[in-house]
């Protein structure tokens, strides 16, 4: 009913209560995290952004929150300082490994017509890409499917769709079953950042970690064929009854609409001998 509070009173945001952003089927994969420690309130230090070529504009009239006075192209405003700049020594940047990720997918598929259930979340045994009815697919193909330059991927991030495809012949029960995966965004990457707040010496501060990765949303989609008997037995049916249906409609066309219809006529209906004495 009310915001959240720490065992000292301070309030919690929802970003500092709610640290995973995810969802159901999907799955934020870290490539590059921006660590700034030690931040501070209490301070001024470059906006990076609100930029500047002179000190007048950096003049916003409020002292409190932004000093008019421009450093090395920044306004200095008041915020957590040191702020985070990938450029200077007081945040550190380090790359994590995605070639050596592997992602084991787990799909569910619900066919309505059949009244029947496929899963694969009973397998206890990875099947690795490319091998046959494969599980497990390593990140960096899952980038090359997308048609995505690593590099660019490592450094801004990405959104990928996985789309898990079962298609099954439920006459015999046997499924094959690949992953697809699609390009959402990658001009405006994927990032997320997360805070640890904590008092050192009576003073509030917070390490950010700011993380560039591949945020994956994996989806699940089924084909399956059976064969049905009525099935059959109503195509036939309907097949004979649309057949007969052509061929009344083609007479009608060729009899009274065509330019030749007289010779169609004439080849069409053979004139017999009139028996009728009257």
């Given at each position: 009913?009310n915001?959240?509070k720490?065992?000292?009173?301070?309030?919690?945001?929802?970003?500092?209560?709610?640290?995973?952003?995810?969802?159901?089927?999907?799955v934020f994969?870290?490539?590059?995290?921006?660590?700034?420690?030690?931040q501070t309130?209490?301070?001024?230090?470059?906006?990076?952004?609100?930029?500047?070529?002179?000190a007048?504009?950096?003049?916003?009239?409020?002292?409190?929150?932004?000093?008019?006075?421009?450093?090395?192209?920044?306004?200095?405003?008041?915020?957590?300082?040191?702020?985070?700049?990938p450029?200077?020594?007081?945040?550190?940047?380090?790359?994590?490994?995605?070639?050596?990720?592997?992602l084991?997918?787990?799909?569910?598929?619900?066919?309505?017509?059949?009244?029947?259930?496929?899963?694969?979340?009973?397998?206890?045994?990875?099947?690795?890409y490319?091998?046959?009815?494969?599980?497990?697919?390593?990140?960096?193909d899952?980038?090359?499917?997308?048609?995505?330059?690593?590099?660019?991927?490592?450094?801004?991030?990405?959104?990928?769709?996985?789309?898990?495809l079962?298609?099954?012949?439920?006459?015999?029960?046997?499924?094959?079953?690949?992953?697809?995966?699609?390009?959402?965004?990658?001009?405006?990457?994927f990032?997320?950042?997360?805070?640890?707040?904590?008092?050192?010496?009576?003073?509030r501060?917070?390490?950010?970690?700011?993380?560039?990765?591949?945020?994956?949303?994996?989806?699940?989609?089924?084909?399956?064929?059976?064969?049905?008997?009525?099935?059959i037995?109503?195509?036939?049916?309907?097949?004979?009854?649309?057949?007969?249906?052509?061929q009344s409609?083609?007479?009608?066309?060729?009899?009274t609409?065509?330019?030749?219809?007289?010779?169609?006529?004439?080849?069409?209906?053979?004139q017999?001998?009139?028996f009728?004495?009257?």
């Open positions: 009913m915001n959240q720490s065992d000292l009173g301070v309030t919690w945001d929802t970003y500092d209560r709610i640290t995973n952003p995810g969802e159901q089927g999907a994969i870290p490539t590059r995290i921006l660590i700034t420690k030690a309130q209490d301070q001024y230090c470059e906006s990076l952004v609100h930029t500047c070529t002179k007048e504009e950096c003049d916003i009239d409020n002292e409190m929150l932004q000093k008019s006075e421009c450093v090395n192209g920044h306004c200095m405003r008041r915020q957590w300082c040191p702020a985070e700049n450029d200077a020594p007081t945040t550190e940047t380090q790359y994590l490994e995605f070639n050596n990720v592997e084991w997918f787990s799909t569910y598929v619900h066919y309505h017509k059949f009244q029947l259930d496929v899963a694969t979340t009973d397998e206890r045994k990875e099947i690795l490319p091998m046959k009815r494969a599980n497990t697919y390593p990140l960096h899952l980038i090359r499917m997308s048609n995505l330059d690593p590099e660019e991927v490592v450094e801004n991030g990405a959104v990928l769709i996985a789309n898990a079962l298609d099954c012949d439920l006459d015999t029960g046997e499924c094959s079953s690949k992953v697809e995966t699609v390009n959402v965004d990658t001009k405006s990457g990032n997320y950042a997360y805070n640890h707040v904590y008092f050192e010496d009576g003073v501060k917070r390490d950010e970690l700011r993380m560039y990765g591949i945020r994956l949303l994996a989806f699940a989609t089924g084909f399956g064929s059976k064969t049905s008997f009525p099935m037995v109503l195509q036939t049916s309907s097949g004979i009854a649309l057949m007969m249906v052509a409609v083609a007479d009608f066309v060729l009899m609409v065509i330019a030749e219809r007289k010779h169609y006529t004439d080849q069409k209906v053979l017999t001998e009139d009728n004495e009257d």
